[in-house]
């Protein structure tokens, strides 16, 4: 039998100040469903069946690295179709990354960064060993 939480839903939370904005880029940009409009405590939004929660703050907390990620199958083609989009993927000088932003990993996996309208990282990776439910 199963311990602790690992038979329960996950809930994501990132912090965000400027709700339009963030509305409009996770609903429009990232094609996520806008659940609900907690004023003015958060937007939720369902994103493959994950609740999202973006928590209203009056700043979002700097040093974190990326907050929420999304594992694809095919990592170019998620940067491409996120590209149409108007998002731009972050470079890094210390990281070996591809015409696209995608850095391949020691383990194979490949990630590309973008930010959010407020500034939060976020990610798409491609994994070969993809942890299925």
Do not use: C
Not at 60 to 76: E, F, H, I, R, Y
Not at 96 to 124: C, H, M, Y
């Amino acid at each position: 039998m199963p311990s602790g939480l690992s038979t329960y839903n996950l809930v994501g939370f990132v912090t965000i100040v400027d709700v339009e904005r963030a509305k409009s880029f996770y609903r429009d940009k990232l094609g996520l469903r806008l659940v609900n409009e907690e004023l003015p405590f958060a937007l939720v939004f369902e994103a493959n069946g994950i609740m999202l929660r973006l928590s209203i703050g009056k700043v979002v907390p700097t040093g974190a690295g990326t907050v929420l990620g999304w594992q694809v199958p095919n990592a170019s083609a998620a940067a491409s179709e996120l590209a149409k989009s108007g998002i731009s993927f972050e470079r890094y000088d210390f990281l070996k990354q591809d015409e696209q932003g995608i850095w391949t990993s020691p383990s194979g996996a490949r990630v590309a960064w973008f930010k959010d309208p407020d500034g939060n990282l976020l990610s798409i990776s491609e994994h070969s060993e993809a942890v299925k439910p």
